[in-house]
């Protein structure tokens, strides 16, 4: 998978601060970082929450393929309270089945 590319803007603590919104959205919509400096010393990035994970933290092969297979099958669109019951019915079955096979 190609990593789209990424542009680092260097920007004052003081313009950081009153544009802070802006930045948020260019980051997030664009994947643009702002490198912050203060004084002169680069002290912060600002980066999206995507750009980081596809940076730091991406996704194991195996981990996508799972996804690729539930989005297959339709359960990546499970409800928590629908995975719970699912979770519940087959321990229930489970507990069944080992209570018949231990007599």
């Known amino acids: 998978m190609k990593k789209a590319s990424t542009t680092t803007n260097l920007v004052s603590a003081l313009t950081a601060r ?26 912060v990035m600002i980066l999206s929450v995507k750009d980081y994970m596809d940076t730091f933290a991406p996704e194991p092969n195996w981990l996508a393929r799972i996804r690729a297979k539930s989005k297959q ?9 629908e995975i719970d019951r699912i979770i519940s019915e087959v321990r229930r079955k ?3 089945t080992d209570n018949t096979t231990v007599k």
Do not use: Y
């Open 18 to 43: 009153t544009q802070f919104g802006q930045i948020m959205r260019r980051a997030s919509a664009t994947n643009e970082r702002f490198l912050v400096d203060r004084n002169g010393e680069p002290t």
């Open 73 to 81: 099958n339709g359960t990546d669109k499970l409800t928590m309270p």
């Open 94 to 96: 489970a507990k069944k």
